[in-house]
Each structure stands twice: as C-alpha cells, then as structure tokens.
C-alpha cells in the first residue's frame, strides 16, 4: 500500500505555494486589464486577488466588486469592512501576487486620506455610544404606540386616521435612519447582531427586504453618481440628471418624457410615488426572484402587525389607505433628505480617481442644527458618512473639520449648503439637465 503524504509534507506543500503566490508581481498596468466581470482582479494594499470565480459568493453581491473590476480597491474595501482581520482570513485563497510598482500608485491624496483613516481609527471616531442608538429606537416605538393611542381614544375618527398618519410616517422615516445604521454596521461590534437588527428594523418595522437595501446601497456607495455602477442614478425614463446623461439622450433623440418640464412634473412623479409605487413593486420582485423567504417573511410580520391593530378601526381597506396615505408621506421625506447631497453633484460615466476625490465629486453636506441632525438621520453629513460608511453617525460631525482641511490642502470643494437651499438644488438641477436635453434634441 502506497503511503500518503505525512501532515509536515502538506505544510511544507503549503508553505511552497504561498511563497510561489508571493513572488509573482504583476504592473499596475498589468492588473487594470483584469476588467470584466468573468476575469475580475483586484488591488488591496498593494497585493492582487483573483475574484473571477469567487465573486457570486460575495456576501455584498457580486456587482460591487465588479465596479472595481481591474482597480485600487484598497480604500473601499477598507470603508466598507470594519472587521478587517477576520475578512483578511478568507481572502488568502484568493491572492496571486504582489503589485510591483504599487508605490508609484500611492498619490500623495490617497496617502493624505489614508493617514486621516488611521487617525480615525485610533481617536476612537469608530466607537460606538450605545445609549444614542438605545434611545432612537425606543423613541421610533414610542411614536407608533402613540399613533395607536390616539386611534384607540378616538375610536377611529377621521382626525384620529391623519394624525395617527402623520406620527406613523414620522416613526417610518426615522426607522429608516435606524436601519441605515445596522446595515452599515455601524452599531454593533458583531455583524451577525448588526444582520439581526437590520432585519428586524427594516423588516418587520418598514416592510422591506434586507439584502434587497444592501444590493442597491452598497453599489451606490462604492461607485457614487457613475452611470451604470450607481442605481440610485438609473432613472432616465423619468427623470435626466446630471449633465452627460440628458446631452447624450437629447442628441441620440431618446426619450418620451418632455424633460424640459421635468423640474415640474417632478413634484407628481418623484416625492409622491417613490415609496408608495416605486420601491413596494422593486421589493416584491426582487423576493420573489431570489427566493428570499426570510426577508418575505419579516414583511408579513409587519403587514399583519398592522391590520391586527388598525383593521378593527377602519376595516381592511380602510387600514390599507392608512398605510399607504403614511408611506405617501414618508415618501416626500425620505426623498428630499437623500436626493439633495446626491443629485445635484456630478453624474457622469466612470473616470480613473481616487476614494476621496470621487465622494467628494458626487457628495455634499447640509448645515447641521440638532433639527437638521434629527430630521436628516445625520445624513446631513452625507460626505463624511461616505468616506467613512462604518463609522457610528453620531461622530461624523467630528471628523468634519478635518476632512474640510483635506479638501482645502488638495484643492477639492467642500460644498455644504442650508437645508432648504439644498431641497431647491434638487430642483433647480432638473431644470437645468431638462434644458440641456431640450437644446440637445431640438438644435443639436
């Protein structure tokens, strides 16, 4: 019988193939051809991984890392994982080699932001003060047991349905904050806590899908405002934004929306239908096509939470007109507050820049005031938050000043406006993007 190799032979095995993995180097240059979804590389910290196969088991989707397809993904990767050490351990099956001119891809901004990430995790910026996250909780169940109060005293009136109407949509919006939070993993030390609270927030608080928000979120964030890698840009059947997108759809003579007129019509086709049209019909579809029987599950939850409580008031039909006249509202809320840092800032078609150019590119802040700080979710500080999505938002405004610095040492624009100077770029931007298309299509 032929003996097998001896437990000191499969490490010395062991030890042969990861030193032959350490001296292989590849360019720069070399690495940025590994671009495709099927042959997909990737640079961290100066070292090369292969994810062309492993990329579907991604727990973030396989997508975000296709937008880095070929790239320096150090800082994103970096921005989005707060449990380095432990995710570190899975990417070693994956590493090829080394990036041999790694330090002439090191700009002096990139190690200027790396050396702030560094200072941010070591001032303790990263630490979280669990009676904030404690407390905003218990005030968004506070409020939906008071709409329910004032149903119950008021036996179901009429004025009982629109202030109840206005305390539930009050208590949607802010859960929404809330579970922006877990799912940022900006709460909990364990991302299976973060995960549990994430589902139980924006499952059965909000009634929708999990791992439907983190699909779509983390993509926006890795790739902010880039046509194609950004969902949260893809609306050019309604709406052109930006300065490329209505140019280009205006000379190729695309489109049936008289975009033009688009910064009016936006008050009946945006803010009214997002929540209550758009996101209920993309939630059930995305369920039911991944078969996500557990985020399925935490909405029915919701839904028979609230016909058991409202039905016996207002009947079937009456407890649904209630819902949707509170995502009607919440809607007007939740799309104001995260559209006015966005839209108005660059839209364009991927170029070659670092992390903190790029959020700074397509990214701006709102003045903070403890209303705004509410209202917003901290998402006032939307900049701060996308450089750094993991770190607990009741510290972003620490880090401010010295991310304003950094703008100010490399020539970057920190733009920050009031709040309601902010709701009316929105506007003001569509204007300008319908006139772009207009001019586009008539006289280009």
């Not at 910064?263 to 078969?291: A, M």
């Not at 209630?322 to 991927?350: A, C, D, G, I, N």
């Amino acid at each position: 019988m032929k003996p097998g190799p001896s437990k000191e032979m499969g490490k010395e095995v062991y030890s042969d193939v990861s030193m032959a993995k350490e001296n292989k180097h590849y360019t720069v240059e070399e690495v940025k051809r590994h671009n495709k979804r099927d042959d997909n590389w990737l640079m961290i910290n100066g070292k090369v991984y292969d994810l062309s196969r492993w990329a579907k088991k991604h727990p973030g989707g396989a997508k975000i890392l296709g937008h880095y397809a070929g790239e320096d993904a150090t800082d994103a990767w970096t921005a989005f994982h707060n449990d380095k050490g432990y995710v570190s351990k899975f990417m070693k099956a994956l590493y090829i080699g080394d990036v041999e001119d790694w330090d002439q891809n090191e700009t002096e901004i990139k190690k200027d932001f790396r050396k702030l990430r560094k200072y941010v995790e070591e001032s303790g910026l990263m630490k979280v003060n669990p009676l904030f996250y404690v407390l905003h909780l218990l005030h968004i169940l506070a409020l939906e047991v008071l709409a329910y109060l004032v149903v119950w005293h008021w036996e179901g009136s009429m004025a009982a349905f629109f202030v109840a109407a206005v305390l539930l949509a009050t208590a949607q919006a802010q859960a929404g904050w809330s579970q922006h939070d877990y799912g940022h993993m900006s709460v909990f030390p364990s991302h299976k806590m973060n995960h549990i609270f994430h589902h139980i927030v924006i499952g059965h608080i909000k009634a929708a899908s999990s791992h439907w928000w983190n699909f779509r979120h983390f993509q926006h964030h890795a790739k902010p405002n880039v046509i194609k890698k950004d969902p949260d840009v893809d609306i050019a059947f309604l709406f052109l934004i930006g300065d490329y997108i209505p140019k280009s759809w205006g000379s190729k003579k695309l489109g049936f929306m008289p975009y033009n007129f688009q910064h009016s019509y936006f008050f009946f086709l945006g803010p009214p239908l997002l929540l209550p049209i758009y996101f209920h019909v993309e939630n059930i579809f995305f369920v039911f096509k991944r078969r996500d029987y557990v985020d399925l599950l935490m909405t029915v939850t919701f839904f028979y939470k609230f016909f058991w409580l409202y039905g016996p008031y207002y009947g079937g039909w009456g407890a649904f007109g209630l819902y949707m006249f509170m995502r009607f509202l919440e809607s007007h809320w939740f799309t104001w507050v995260t559209q006015m840092s966005h839209l108005p800032m660059r839209v364009e078609k991927e170029k070659e820049e670092d992390w903190f150019s790029l959020q700074l590119a397509t990214t701006c802040n709102v003045d903070s005031s403890p209303f705004n700080d509410w209202f917003t979710g901290h998402l006032n500080f939307q900049i701060e938050h996308h450089l750094f999505p993991t770190m607990p938002r009741h510290n972003l405004g620490k880090i401010a000043p010295l991310v304003k610095s950094l703008c100010k040492k490399h020539n970057l624009p920190y733009r920050c406006s009031p709040l309601f100077t902010a709701f009316g770029d929105i506007v003001r931007m569509l204007k300008k993007s319908g006139e772009i298309w207009y001019d586009a299509y008539y006289h280009g």
